[in-house]
């Protein structure tokens, strides 16, 4: 029976050393980029989220073929039968994320018919910067009903400048440019960890790719591409979560394998609080503080603060000493955890992409929902403090975004457990204490 409630309680100080599985935000696009390839490549330390299960279908849906033993996170791709350019639109509204093929297809078939991914609760999420690049590209676009229809049959090398460093734009114009004769540039290109470990991975296939000062990718096209044996990066995100719950819990944790040089920002702010971050041979330690105080941050793009920790790290200054203010720049709705929070007993208030968090002595354990994968791990870190017990539902954004990561905080003291339906009655609902109506 699929779990549907993850039930939290108020916890000890957590204690003891994790490793983390690979970056979902480098996997997806990795496992798309394999549309490159003719033959069998094999990624390494890749996690079994319901994200990575939806990319592998996809990819099946065009005919590869993909073994996945999530015991040891090895996942293989055989893509020699791939041999088809279409995606459905069921498929593509599952994860925005499957944007990521029209890059690769492009480049294989010199076609792609792929549906809009549509948008999400964090924001409109539109594709009009990867529209735009490939039209710029020679890419010759028709819209019937929900497919988007994309022809490269005169696909030409441009000078492809980003309004901003979007992510996706930059790795779908990489993974066409890789294969489109002549020299491609990207410039104001988006380089966070997970778009480099997609670099080293088509660079590993043969593509010629240089990156220079400021931010400007190079890329010279090439003719063939062979498979892969590939480790992924590890998931800078799945780490700030652990570390977050060992500051909330007052705790200590060391992460055997964490990367302290893709995390820099987050880990100054951290200190700022006045958590100790050491680095030693063990891994990425964190000893917490007893008496946090609150910092303020502001998210962008990478090396800047992550958008994908602004949530998560806003839980950590709920109980801080001070006053935080949280400012959003990436998405324009992505601070729905606000409400769940303020139901706990937190003391925020959000002026349009602004939020304004002043830290209380105590939060309340009730009954929360969980709006992205993001807000998913903010509501959990929450719950590890609040008096009481806390319920979140919208799991599926758990099991999305992150493989296990309740048993990897059960392990270290975690007081929390995934309840299905017919575990969980919400007319006998766990004890929630009451916190008082706030004035
Ligand atoms: C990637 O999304 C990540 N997802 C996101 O992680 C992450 O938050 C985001 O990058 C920013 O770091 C994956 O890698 C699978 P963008 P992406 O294009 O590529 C706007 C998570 O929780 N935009 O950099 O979609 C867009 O609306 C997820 O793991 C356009 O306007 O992000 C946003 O405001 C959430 N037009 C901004 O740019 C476009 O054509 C940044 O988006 C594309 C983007």
Known sequence: ??????????SPPLHGTVSLLGAKNAVLVIIASLILTRGKSILKNVPASDDVFNMIEVLRSLNAQAHFDKETHTLVVDTSALDKWS???SLMKKMRASILVMGPLLARFGRAHVAVPGGCVIGERPIDYHVKN????????????????????HIHPARI??????????ENVLMAAVATPGTTEIINAALEPEVLDLIVVLRKMGAHIEIHAPAIISITGVTDFHPVEHEVVVDRLEAGALLLAAAVTNGSLTITNARSDIMDVFLAKLEEMGHVITVSAAGLTLQATADPYAVSFKTG??????????????AAQCLAQGVSIVEETVFENRLLHVRELQK???QIKVEYTKATITGVDDLYGTAVI??????SCALALAGLVAHGVTTMTGLHHWTRGYDGLEKKLKAVGARMELMSDDMFNPLIAPYTAEYPIQK
Request: aromatic content about 10%; hydrophobic content about 40%; cysteine-free.
């Open 161 to 170: 400048v980003l309004e901003y460093p979007s992510v996706g734009a930059t």
């Open 1 to 10: 029976m699929k779990s549907s409630v993850l039930r939290i309680e108020q």
């Open 344 to 346: 706990m007993g937190a």
């Open 370 to 375: 969980a709006t992205d994968i993001r807000a």
């Open 134 to 153: 490939f039209k710029k590209m020679g890419v010759i676009f028709e819209q019937q009903a929900e497919y988007l229809h994309a022809y490269a049959s």
């Open 301 to 314: 793009p990478y090396p800047g603060f992550p958008t994908d920790l602004q949530a998560p790290m806003m």
């Open 87 to 89: 995606v459905s639109p």
